[in-house]
């Protein structure tokens, strides 16, 4: 099974500097992996008391029967993780206020390539490691997939977001979510926050709500954030070539629509 190495980082000491209400409710973050998992974690971890933190495990399917106290209505807190859509995660998840990260496609298959090229990534990467497949095969093999290592583009966004779609479970887009961190006294970037943050079910943001996503969303604090990652020998484009754009629509078609890319 593949690992991640990612360093701790210190927002628990930030967070006990800030007045925090305290959760009536269970609030879970469900992301695609290499969507901005570590961004929205820690951002929303600012709003909430340490101590309704489920820490235990970064929940996914296989393990999700073992913790399902993080999702007990009794006793309220904010987790995450990436977890497909199924009977179970249904069922488990049916009281528990929910959205999920997603991000373009198109710009999935680059963090993703990068991500697996990392030291950050332990996994069976020998062979794409080894200096003899070519950036443009890489990414072809991010979108249709590792045998044995990686399923699909479109197994993953299908599952982890497309299925979750029409449930109660609110879309967040990654870019719009950087976008507004950038731009954080700006009226748009208020609207969005306090839309966003409405799923805690807080009476008011406070008013120092700005400050709070700052920290959050300092890369710093995030073990994966790509300017973190180490030992990627390769250069990525920054852009996804055209071809390979034509392929992700050909794999997963209609997937970009979905989910509100043009």
Known sequence: MARIIAKPDTLDEFN???AQQRLQHNVFLNSVPK????????????FVPVDQHYTKSFIQLPELQQHQQAFNPK?????WGHLIY?????????????????RDPYDWVIARARFFMSDNFIGKT??????????????NLMIFGIYGLAPTLQEVFTHNAVAWLGTGCKLVRFEELLQHVKQLDTPEADAFFRDLLSILGLEKLPEDWKERIRIGADPAQSGTYRDNLAGIKMEFPKELPDIQKQIVDYAAPGLRQILGYR
């Open 35 to 46: 969507c901005g998992t570590h961004l929205i974690r820690n951002i929303f971890r600012m």
């Open 16 to 18: 006990a500097k800030f």
């Open 75 to 79: 006793n309220p807190e904010l987790s």
């Open 126 to 139: 020998d062979v794409i490691r080894s200096g003899r497949i070519s950036v443009e095969e890489i990414l």
């Open 86 to 102: 199924s009977d179970v995660s249904a069922m488990v998840l049916r009281e528990t206020r929910k959205l999920v990260l997603v």
